[in-house]
């Protein structure tokens, strides 16, 4: 039965190369899938593109090209990327000029356009289309003056057609993650459009590879302590056959772990529904997936069934909410979280003596609730120190400013023992998200692949 070898060479914008380039020289895989974006990604990709239109896609995806494209050459291995985020095109155009200057010919780069949608939302709504929020059903006319961008999420369609094309590198925009790793397995299988159960075995396998690491034993919360060589991990490689079954495992010598354990916390990652995992190509059900442990890093993979894909597709949009400003500084034992309280009562009570119109005010005490909030209970000893991060949201970036003019006095004249204050950090602008869903053939009509050869 054919067989196919798949790694993973990223689980987000900024994620280590060396992994990759560890399964492109030895893993023996056909193909490298990288996803880079989530709706956090976005936004920042969205403030690059506003400070210069040619920006927009994952910086880091230069890098990456004049680190793999030899292996491109050499191996036949393909990548498949949404590192385009919000600027595909750009992406492509890069990667074209990174090949030149390596004397790599013949390459062919597609990119899949169409799921930039923020210039056809007015005519959607013309036609009756809704744009209220997909949980609270809230209408989108609150923010639809501040909206600044709309991406749908597309399906592994776009991407077959790529690969059917002869494309080595296929760069999209937002795709779901678990798409790019599917695509392969429709175009080398020729899995149909209806082949509802193994359709969601491929999901499930691009669901456990989408988080790199995070399947091979990175942030692990069992036995972490066991885990071996997380300085040099390797990232999941799938070795799948024809009827959808896979196992798990990463390339040779490289740290990290893969056990029933592991793959099952990715599993259960941003699962909402075991039973109907909503994606673009298959409504995906996990309660029947069996985890079978199949010798050293090694996990057999079955049991996922699939359903009907939906109507319609996700679109989230990024409007202007507001700027952030903060200021982070910490006092020494003794009393060193009293003293950051009242620290944090003399600031709140100067905001509102000086009638500053802030939307929200939030303080975290690092070392006590930053990561725990409410939570958090208050340590039994006292801590050597404490910093505490002092954030406000307001509507304009002068008066974010403002919060970090307040805090120095306070060397002087507030609490004693005050140290390592990082000074005024910058004001910055503030995205909001919103997603609604839309009928998936109003946005696949206008999805484009185009193919350029070096």
Not at 9 to 21: K, T, V
Not at 59 to 85: C, H, Q, W, Y
Not at 306 to 317: A, Q
Not at 354 to 366: A, F, S
């Amino acid at each position: 039965m054919k067989k196919i070898r798949i790694g993973a060479g990223q689980g987000f914008y900024g994620d280590s190369i060396l992994p990759a380039i560890e399964t492109a020289k030895r893993g023996d895989v056909q193909y490298l899938c990288f996803d880079s974006l989530a709706e956090l990604t976005l936004a920042i990709l969205q403030k690059d593109r506003q400070r210069d239109r040619a920006k927009g896609y994952a910086r880091d995806i230069s890098v990456t090209m004049r680190e793999l494209l030899p292996f491109v050459k050499e191996k036949g291995i393909k990548i498949l990327t949404n590192a385009g985020g919000m600027n595909p095109l750009g992406a492509q155009q890069e990667i074209l000029r990174i090949a030149g200057e390596l004397g790599i010919k013949g390459l062919k780069v597609a990119v899949v356009t169409g799921d930039d949608v923020i210039d056809q939302l007015q005519a959607w709504e013309q036609q009756g289309i809704s744009l209220a929020h997909m949980e609270d059903r809230r209408e989108v006319e609150a923010i639809r003056s501040r909206i600044v961008f709309a991406n749908a999420y597309l399906g592994a369609g776009p991407v077959v057609e790529a690969l059917q094309q002869g494309a080595d590198v296929i760069i999209t925009g937002r795709t779901t993650d678990s798409a790019l790793f599917l695509a392969p397995l429709i175009y080398e299988f020729g899995w149909g459009q209806e082949d509802w159960n193994r359709l969601a075995q491929g999901i499930l396998m691009g669901h456990l590879m989408e988080c790199s690491g995070q399947a091979t034993g990175g942030n692990y919360s069992g036995d972490w302590q066991s885990v071996e060589d997380l300085d040099s991990i390797g990232f999941p490689v799938a070795e799948i056959r024809e009827d959808g079954e896979f196992f798990l495992t990463k390339t040779e010598g490289t740290g990290g772990l893969v056990s029933v354990d592991t793959v099952k916390e990715q599993l259960l990652y941003e699962i909402h529904d075991p039973s109907a995992y909503m994606t673009p190509d298959v409504v995906l059900d996990l309660t029947g997936v069996q985890l079978q442990d199949a010798g050293v890093n090694r996990v057999h993979v079955t049991g996922a069934r699939g359903t009907k894909r939906p109507d319609t597709l996700k679109v989230v949009m990024g409007y202007s909410d507001g700027w952030l400003g903060q200021a982070i500084w910490g006092y020494s034992w003794p009393d060193a979280l009293a003293k950051a309280k009242a620290a944090d009562r003399i600031i709140r009570n100067q905001i509102q003596r000086m009638n500053l119109q802030y939307i929200e005010v939030q303080t975290d005490y690092l070392g006590y609730n930053s990561l725990h909030g409410p939570l958090a209970r208050e340590p039994a000893e006292e801590p050597n120190e404490v910093y505490l991060r002092m954030a406000v949201r307001t509507g304009s970036k002068e008066d974010a400013a403002k919060l970090g003019r307040l805090v120095p006095p306070l060397m002087l004249s507030g609490p004693p023992a005050m140290g390592g204050f990082l000074g005024m950090m910058k004001p910055r602008e503030l995205l909001g998200m919103w997603s609604c869903l839309v009928p998936r053939a109003i946005v696949e009509s206008g999805v484009q692949v185009n193919v350029l050869e070096v």
